[in-house]
């Protein structure tokens, strides 16, 4: 019989997503761990791997075309079966039919689309995606595919020829431009939905292209060749359509808001002592670093252990205390976060912590990331202090209980004790905001949280033993 290939479903939360690229044509021999298609979904585009090998009979879903969860998207004819036979056979099955698209060089034109179901098993975790993350590991894929990530894409679509936001490239695209020294900032996209696509790149490369803020100069300099680079950007109004992750974003962040009654709470908290000992723990192991989330990271987990309400989640009629503390570091990208999860992080120690943080930062912003790094957390830091904020209230990240808000360090005015008189004196504070879910902690229970931190933070030889 022959095989047939379905949407798979990448997330719990997952209804459909776009058929990016087609990496095989109707007609062509596939084997077991060929990879057939890339698949776009709200956190990156992945290729779809076939377990069994045949010859690609029919073509069901073009380039650019959003497909949902369990739709047909090609049909295998196993050796032995007649290609054609089986291609006609899918249209015969009632099947309705896709739009066509003209689909790039080397690709496939839309096909109909083929009746039948086949399941696919649902992540059966009770974590939810982190919010702007992938969620569920890969279950068993319908009709014998399985997703494997594909690296150098990024989201969001850009269709201008020249503009300063990010674009949408297929990877062979990309690959060409960074060999030919093209930049993809410059191409206007022609593929589906303004994707930069091989011959665009190709196009680019042969034509010259002036670079942004310069100005041919003939004769003598005017004061308008003389402004500032800053004055000549142009603004200009457009409608960007919303990417897989930012839909995915809006829809968890807006659920957040209005199904779970926050509350937050600051505390300050002095870093003199943290930040002259880091100081000397970098010196020591240079040119290794460790950053102030990475001894963050180490109290958080630390006082989560010590406060396990803190570290629980609601789940409809109960509340559940977990058993390890998964921490989640959201980092930013330029089209949306991530949040990849630190498995058991109260039993590492800050450089174990600082090592895995940017190992999975460094895949996150790659579009590396598997789905099981980015699911299961128990709980969420969530830091801007590197940009001068100073507080925020952060949005608690379901179903956890709560996320840490880490604002940046300055120096203030703050009161100490010095030889048995009260003086003012200057020190380095940071801000840290906790917003929770009021049906899982109590005020008292944050705040108890808050307490512990703030002391390992400020006596931070306790978290080195």
Do not use: C
Request: net charge neutral; hydrophobic share 45%.
């Amino acid at each position: 019989m022959p095989i047939e290939i379905r949407m798979p479903k990448l997330t719990d939360t997952m209804s459909e997503a776009t058929l990016a690229k087609w990496l095989k044509k109707e007609g062509d021999k596939v084997s077991p761990g060929d990879m057939i298609a890339e698949v776009e979904t709200d956190k990156a585009t992945q290729e779809l791997e076939v377990f069994e090998g045949g010859t690609l009979a029919k073509i069901a879903a073009g380039e650019g075309e959003k497909m949902a969860v369990g739709s047909l998207i090609a049909v295998l004819a196993k050796a032995g079966e007649d290609v054609k036979a089986v291609a006609a056979a899918v249209k015969g099955n009632g099947a309705a039919k896709a739009p066509e698209k003209k689909a790039e060089a080397g690709g496939a034109a839309s096909a109909s689309t083929g009746a039948g179901t086949v399941g696919s098993v649902e992540n059966a975790d009770y974590q939810k995606a982190p919010i702007g993350a992938s969620a569920g590991s890969p279950g068993a894929i319908g009709g014998g595919a399985v997703p494997v990530p594909v690296t150098d894409h990024h989201e969001g679509s850009e269709p201008e020829a020249i503009h300063t936001g990010k674009v949408r490239v297929s990877p062979l695209a990309r690959k060409i431009a960074e060999e030919k020294g093209v930049d993809l900032n410059t191409v206007r996209g022609t593929g589906p939905e303004g994707r930069v696509i091989k011959r665009d790149v190709l196009e680019a490369a042969n034509r010259p292209v002036q670079r942004a803020g310069t100005v041919k100069a003939e004769g003598p300099s005017t004061a308008a060749q003389a402004a500032p680079v800053h004055m000549a950007a142009k603004l200009e109004q457009k409608q960007i359509p919303l990417s897989n992750m930012r839909q995915t974003i809006a829809r968890r962040l807006v659920e957040s808001k209005q199904q779970i009654p926050h509350f937050y709470l600051s505390i300050d908290v002095v870093m003199d002592k943290l930040l002259e000992l880091r100081t000397q723990i970098n010196e020591q192991i240079a040119p290794e670093k460790l950053s102030v989330t990475d001894f963050i990271a180490r109290g958080a987990a630390i006082a989560l252990a010590k406060n396990p309400a803190m570290n629980a989640s609601f789940a409809g009629n109960a509340i559940v205390q977990h058993g390890t503390v998964d921490l989640g570091i959201a980092v930013a990208l330029e089209d949306g976060l991530v949040v990849p999860v630190i498995r058991q992080a109260h039993t590492k120690g800050v450089r174990a912590l600082s090592q895995e943080i940017k190992q999975l930062a460094d895949a996150g912003r790659k579009r590396k990331l598997k789905a099981e790094q980015m699911t299961g957390s128990t709980f969420t830091i969530s830091n801007l202090g590197m940009y001068g904020v100073k507080n925020f209230n952060a949005i608690v990240n379901p179903p956890e209980s709560g996320i840490l808000a880490v604002g940046g360090t300055s120096w203030q005015p703050v009161v100490k004790e010095v030889a048995g008189k009260r003086e003012v004196v200057a020190a380095q504070v940071m801000n840290l905001t906790l917003s929770a879910d009021h049906r899982v902690v109590d005020g008292a229970t944050g705040a108890k949280f808050l307490a512990d931190l703030k002391v390992l933070l400020e006596g931070p030889l306790g978290m080195l033993v």
